[in-house]
T-cell receptor, first 115, second 109 residues
Framework: NAGVTQTPKFQVLKTGQSMTLQCAQD?????MSWYRQDPGMGLRLIHY???????DQGEVPNGYNVSRSTTEDFPLRLLSAAPSQTSVYFC??????????????FGPGTRLTVL | KNEVEQSPQNLTAQEGEFITINCSYS?????LHWLQQHPGGGIVSLFM???GKKKHGRLIATINIQEKHSSLHITASHPRDSAVYIC???????????FGAGTRLTVKP
């Protein structure tokens, strides 16, 4: 099993550009989520999904879009990049019981810089 | 006030010491997670708790649902335990994860 994979590992964008961060898992996990981690701050939830076709907003959703057309993939789209979106982005997945999650598996992260 | 508070923010210990990291939360939860993030950046799940106590090697995690508090203990600490330890809770209302700011642990040989 590859676990949770994220691409790219590093990305530099100019203000206003758009891009998609890819996240995939091969564990048949229902629950997938995107987080950003900024220096000196804890992880913050951007969007999450409890299954294919279902997505919901987290704490900091503005400027980001997600979709969940398959169980395996949960891409994060930056619509018009801003310097404030410079961060390290983590994707995670876990089983979902309908009431709570199981062990969270994290991807290696994507370091994004917006100039 | 953050919904998930961790203490201490920073902790320095000598090898062999017993370590305790605390987490208090103010929302109703379905589960609480303890995560470890090493300086390289990777995040690993240590425990998922909904009640009681779990033990894995030298790590012990406890949760008191009534008091909305959890503790992570490390026995016989070792320099390789140096990392940031993060408490996270799953809200039982909205099913989203909320995180503490993390505790940076340094264990000196």
């Amino acid at each position: 099993n590859a676990g949770v994979t994220q691409t790219p590992k590093f990305q530099v964008l100019k203000t206003g550009q758009s891009m998609t961060l890819q996240c995939a898992q091969d564990m048949n996990h229902e629950y997938m989520s995107w987080y950003r981690q900024d220096p000196g701050m804890g992880l913050r939830l951007i969007h999450y999904s409890v299954g294919a076709g279902i997505t919901d907003q987290g704490e900091v959703p503005n400027g980001y879009n997600v979709s969940r057309s398959t169980t395996e993939d949960f891409p994060l789209r930056l619509l018009s990049a801003a310097p404030s979106q410079t961060s390290v982005y983590f994707c995670a997945s876990s089983r979902w019981t309908g009431r709570d999650t199981d062990t969270q598996y994290f991807g290696p992260g994507t370091r994004l810089t917006v100039l | 006030k953050n919904e998930v508070e961790q203490s201490p923010q920073n902790l320095t210990a000598q090898e062999g010491e017993f370590i305790t990291i605390n987490c208090s939360y103010s929302v109703g939860i379905s589960a609480l997670h303890w995560l470890q993030q090493h300086p390289g950046g990777g995040i690993v799940s240590l425990f998922m708790l909904s009640s009681g106590k779990k033990k894995h090697g030298r790590l012990i995690a406890t949760i008191n649902i009534q008091e909305k508090h959890s503790s992570l203990h490390i026995t016989a600490s070792h320099p390789r335990d140096s990392a940031v330890y993060i408490c996270a809770v799953l809200s039982h209302v909205s099913n989203d994860m909320r995180f503490g700011a993390g505790t940076r642990l340094t264990v000196k040989p």
